[in-house]
């Protein structure tokens, strides 16, 4: 089925570990971006790209890094994990603000 | 920051009743989307609303941009419990981006 895949589905790291999320899309979506979740906090932008080659930040984008070498995969880098980035993580990919954006099923990221 | 804002935050209604959920900006938007996000999952899309004072209706679900183009509602007839979740708002303007509400927690209690 047609949509964005994310995985792991969760996962554990302590302080300091790096680890990277993966997402991928196969709607040739140009516009993918990643968004944090935390309770009361609702969805805050961490970066996101408006085609390959292209990435820009949010509102968010300490301690994290992305990359876009392809349309179809937008990886999010944890460079060294630190307990505030407890959260879940969801990938979002679109065709523009009008069209809506479909969602992975998240990442749900604890660091201990 | 041009800010939604969702109410109520969290709304616990019995099965068959029905409810309306609000999304506020004090600026003018291009466009609006309402998602609906389970436990566990993304944020679905369910709708998009551009025009000032269009109605769009899935279902039970009714979906009204104010017409001034700052508000929009959400209203749910005869509420079951399949409807539970989190419902979004999020305002599109002239690019990619978008700017979301903190969400209406909905539980309908069978």
């Known amino acids: 089925n047609a949509g964005v895949t994310q995985t792991p589905k969760f996962q554990v790291l302590k302080t300091g570990q790096s680890m990277t999320l993966q997402c991928a899309q196969d709607m040739n979506h140009e516009y993918m971006s990643w968004y944090r979740q935390d309770p009361g906090m609702g969805l805050r932008l961490i970066h996101y790209?408006?085609?390959?080659?292209?990435?820009d930040q949010g509102e968010v984008p300490n301690g994290y890094n992305v990359s876009r070498s392809t349309t179809e995969d937008f990886p999010l880098r944890l460079l060294s994990a630190a307990p505030s980035q407890t959260s879940v993580y969801f990938c979002?990919?679109?065709?523009?603000?009008?069209?809506?954006?479909?969602f992975g099923s998240g990442t749900r990221l604890t660091v201990v | 920051t041009q800010l939604l804002e969702q109410s109520p935050q969290f709304l616990s209604i019995q099965e068959g009743e029905n409810l309306t959920v609000y999304c506020n900006s004090s600026?003018?938007?291009?466009?609006l989307q309402w998602y609906r996000q389970e436990p566990g999952e993304g944020p679905v899309l369910l709708v998009t609303?551009?025009?000032g004072g269009e109605v769009k209706k899935l279902k039970r679900l009714t979906f009204q941009f104010g017409d001034a183009r700052k508000d929009s509602s959400l209203h749910i007839t005869a509420a079951q419990p399949g409807d539970t979740g989190l419902y979004l708002c999020a305002r599109g303007d002239s690019n990619y981006q978008l700017i979301w509400g903190a969400g209406t927690k909905l539980i309908i209690k069978p």
């Open positions: 600026s003018v938007f291009s466009s």
């Open positions: 979002a990919s679109g065709g523009g603000g009008r069209l809506g954006y479909t």
């Open positions: 790209s408006v085609g390959a080659g292209i990435t």
């Open positions: 609303v551009v025009t």
